[in-house]
């Protein structure tokens, strides 16, 4: 019997579950030339380790573990409740509190502006009441007001769409929590005008 079963294939990685690690792999581009497909596949594998090495030290996320691998990044494998799946199942006072708690942790990254680039509930696991942020592969640094805006206003709309039943609720924990990020006036106003073009957008 394998040791190694995939949790999830998507279309830029493989997630292999490996004994008691998580192995990301990059997967090869065939219609890509195969110098530039490695090229491409090299730098994102990197830019992502560096995220996560940083971000480890501010909040619960995996810490990369030395591979040999270019396109590969080995972490500890988290066992916990995935909160895209079992938020729900917390009474409301629980789901505030875990809320209150990922705006928390959010201001701490984008106070070292860190974009998380993917916030949504299945990104967040929960293990010993501690929330654990996983998956960066859309994150990067920066330190503009907008791209803060938009990392919420993600947020805001995976709480809308998978939590729907008390997300207004929900998200008013998250900016309740968020108020620790030293510019959080600024991104909330930001997250208005964020919200209105995905409204003229819509129709």
């Known amino acids: ?19 008691d690690f998580i192995i990301k792999d990059r997967i090869k581009k065939s219609y890509r030339i195969s110098e530039l497909d490695n090229k491409i596949r090299k730098s994102r594998t990197k830019a992502e380790t560096k995220l996560l090495e940083k971000a480890s030290k501010i909040i619960n996320s995996p810490k990369p573990l030395e591979t040999k691998e270019i396109y590969q990044i080995k972490m500890p494998y988290i066992r916990g ?3 895209s799946e079992d938020l729900d199942s917390f009474s409301l006072e629980e789901q505030k509190e875990i809320c209150k708690k990922m705006g928390e942790e959010i201001a701490k990254l ?5 974009i998380h680039g993917d916030l949504t509930t299945s990104n967040m696991i929960l293990k010993d009441n501690q929330i654990h942020f996983i998956d960066f592969g859309l994150g990067f640094i920066s330190n503009k007001i907008e791209d803060k805006a938009v990392d919420l206003h993600l947020l805001k709309q995976a709480l809308e769409a998978k939590h729907f039943k008390n997300w207004e609720i929900l998200l008013d924990e998250v900016l309740k929590g968020y108020e ?3 510019e959080s006036k600024k991104v909330l106003e930001r997250l208005k005008a964020v919200e209105k073009r995905g409204r003229y957008k819509e129709h």
């Not at 019997?1 to 004994?19: P, T, V, W």
């Not at 984008?110 to 860190?114: D, R």
Request: glycine content about 4%; charged content about 35%; hydrophobic content about 35%.
């Open 1 to 19: 019997m394998s040791e190694e079963r995939i949790l999830q294939q998507g279309a830029e990685a493989k997630i292999i579950l490996s004994k």
């Open 180 to 182: 620790n990020y030293k």
């Open 81 to 83: 409740e995935k909160l």
């Open 110 to 114: 984008h106070n070292e502006n860190i």
